[in-house]
């Protein structure tokens, strides 16, 4: 299965401030995943990042609030905007498994103050 | 949207007791995932299913991928300490391509030694 290093690991932000959050990934990839896991929460889906095409986003998430960059088959930045105290979660990227299913990043532990 | 109804939500058992834990849905996955999250990390699968009524078992785990492409169940036989941490079901939707996956909410697993 591919390894993902994801930073930061976690981070404290003000809030009205961005963070950009990183995946790289050992391997190359079509498809990367972005998810949401707010606190003891499940993980929900933010959006679709294709290398060479503009991301996909689920209902609820705008490009706006959480762009997407994709420059490259190995990595991928997810960054949130303009925070405020709801954005405090665990942001996660994704990929697929070569023998089937999807590996996760360890994640990015936000908190807004 | 498709959605995923994950029961119990949360287990105390003894060690060594056997666990069983599972999710439905409405809509029809052509893929059914189970993960395990560790307090820190992100999700590690366990077992992946891809066609209606497969077993397949990974150790003390089992799943099945139920007839009807709806439901799917985790079985953790003889329980031990390091089986602690939040179990989820996934399900994966979409053509090839176009693929995604929706989470159920977890079932969080304690154990008393």
Avoid: H
């Avoid at chain 1, 591919?2 to 404290?12: E, L």
């Avoid at chain 1, 209902?59 to 997407?68: L, M």
């Avoid at chain 2, 949360?10 to 409405?26: L, W």
Wanted: charge should be neutral; proline fraction near 5%.
């Amino acid at each position: 299965s591919a390894v993902i290093s994801q930073k930061p690991s976690r981070d404290i932000c003000q809030r009205g401030t961005s963070l950009t959050i990183q995946c790289q990934v050992d391997s190359q990839v079509t498809m990367m995943f972005w998810y949401r896991q707010q606190p003891g929460q499940s993980l929900t889906l933010i959006a679709t990042a294709n290398q060479g095409s503009e991301a996909t986003y689920e209902s609820g998430f705008v490009i706006d609030k959480f762009p997407i960059s994709r420059p490259n088959l190995t990595f991928s930045t997810l960054t949130v905007s303009n925070m405020s105290p709801e954005d405090s979660s665990i942001y996660l990227c994704s990929v697929p498994g070569s023998r089937g299913g999807y590996t996760f990043g360890s994640g990015t532990r936000l908190t807004v103050v | 949207g498709q959605q995923l109804n994950q029961s119990p939500q949360s287990m105390f058992i003894q060690e060594g007791e056997d666990v069983s834990m599972n999710c439905t849905s409405s809509s029809i996955f052509n893929t059914w995932l189970w993960y395990k999250q560790d307090p820190g990390e992100g999700p590690v699968l366990l077992i992946a299913l891809y066609k209606a009524g497969e077993l397949t078992s990974n150790g003390r785990l089992t799943a099945q991928f139920g007839i009807t492409r709806k439901d799917s169940f985790l079985n953790i036989s003889a329980s031990i300490p390091s089986d602690v941490g939040i179990y989820f079901c996934a399900g994966q939707v979409g053509r090839q391509g176009a693929q995604k996956l929706v989470f159920g909410q977890g079932t969080r697993l304690t154990i008393n030694p």
